[in-house]
């Protein structure tokens, strides 16, 4: 079983920066990042595979840059440029077969989340 914590949550002022890490007992075959307002449902924004391709839903892309240093088992999201329409809760996941895509049923193991708050 994998075991998954985020860090790095908090709050920032538009058009702020922060960096999300996932610190993993372990990578899987896809590893990304969702993030979920209440009331909606959760949402993918990056994922990451083995041979190190990445992809980033268009709201985030340019912005969000997803990132794994393999020999600390850490998932990094380093986000740039935050709008209020970040605010969420984000939560790293790890699946174990491909092809990677932002289905939430593609991903087996799951961490808390982290809440980021942007203010405007």
């Known amino acids: 079983q994998v075991q998954l914590m985020e860090s790095g949550g908090g709050s920032v002022e538009a058009g702020g920066s922060l960096t999300l890490t996932c610190t993993t007992s372990?990578?899987?075959?896809?590893m990304a990042w969702f993030r979920q307002v209440p009331g909606q449902e959760r949402e993918g924004i990056a994922t990451?595979?083995?041979?190190?391709?990445?992809t980033l839903d268009n709201s985030v892309a340019g912005r969000f840059t997803i990132s794994k240093d393999n020999a600390k088992k850490t998932l990094y999201l380093q986000m740039n440029s935050l709008e209020p329409g970040d605010t969420a809760l984000y939560s790293c996941?790890?699946?174990?077969?491909?092809?990677?895509?932002?289905?939430?049923?593609?991903?087996?193991?799951w961490g808390q989340g982290a809440q980021i708050t942007v203010d405007s």
């Open positions: 996941a790890a699946g174990n077969y491909g092809p990677c895509g932002n289905a939430t049923g593609k991903y087996r193991y």
């Open positions: 372990g990578f899987e075959y896809c």
């Open positions: 990451l595979n083995p041979a190190g391709t990445t």
